[in-house]
């Protein structure tokens, strides 16, 4: 079982470039998750969406953009990358949805994006 | 938003030794999440519960809702047990429980 599947792992931008971080998921979950780590802070949610071509935005969306064409897939961009979007971006899916309760998420190996 | 507290936010220990680690949080909750980051990135769900105690091998999570409190205790602690644990609740106002605020997580050191 490959569960959630983030691309890529590593990456280098320059300010002002753009990228789209890439997320699919096996499960046949209804929810999915972007979120940030940062050093000394918790996992903060970028942007997270119900079902497919549903997305809200979490606590910290500027500078980002996202899409979810599809079930499986979860898709991130930076349209112009910032030295403040250094970070680590996990994508995540759950079972969760309105009248399913709690649900655990299922989480991906992460992305470091360095933005020099 | 829900406020989440963990403490401590660093601990070192001896291998066999048992490990608390304690999460609190500020609104009332549907249910808790405690997960388990590895030295290598991954985050991986270890418990999700809403009253009581789960038990899964060496791991016990127990959580006391009137005091809006929940622990992580690990017993007979290895080495392998080392990483960053995370505690997690929906976020306030969430009907779903889709929605967490995560806390800043314990990283725990257990040493040979």
């Known amino acids: 079982n490959a569960g959630v599947t983030q691309t890529p792992k590593f990456q280098v931008l320059k300010t002002g470039q753009s990228m789209t971080l890439q997320c699919a998921q096996d499960?046949?979950?209804?929810?999915m998750y972007w979120y940030r780590q940062d050093p000394g802070m918790g996992l903060r949610l970028i942007y997270y969406?119900?079902?497919?071509?549903?997305?809200d935005k979490g606590e910290v969306p500027n500078g980002y953009n996202v899409s979810r064409l599809n079930k499986r897939e979860f898709s991130l961009r930076l349209e112009s990358a910032a030295p403040s979007q250094t970070s680590v971006y996990f994508c995540?899916?759950?079972?969760?949805?309105?009248?399913?309760?709690?649900?655990?998420?299922?989480f991906g190996d992460g992305t470091r994006l360095s933005i020099l | 938003k829900n406020e989440v507290e963990q403490s401590p936010q660093n601990l070192t220990a001896q291998e066999g030794e048992f490990i608390t680690i304690n999460c609190s949080y500020s609104?009332?909750?549907?249910?808790l999440h405690w997960l388990q980051q590895h030295p290598g990135g991954g985050i991986v769900s270890l418990f999700m519960?809403?009253?009581g105690k789960k038990k899964h091998g060496r791991l016990i999570a127990t959580i006391n809702i009137q005091e809006k409190h929940s622990s992580l205790h690990i017993t007979a602690s290895h080495p392998r047990d080392s990483a960053v644990y995370i505690c997690a609740v929906p976020r306030r106002g969430e009907t779903s429980g889709s929605r967490l605020t995560f806390g800043e997580g314990t990283q725990l050191t257990v040493n040979p």
């Open positions: 519960l809403s009253s």
């Open positions: 609104v009332g909750i549907s249910a």
């Open positions: 499960m046949n979950h209804n929810s």
């Open positions: 969406s119900a079902s497919e071509g549903t997305t």
């Open positions: 995540a899916s759950s079972e969760a949805r309105q009248g399913k309760g709690n649900q655990p998420q299922h």
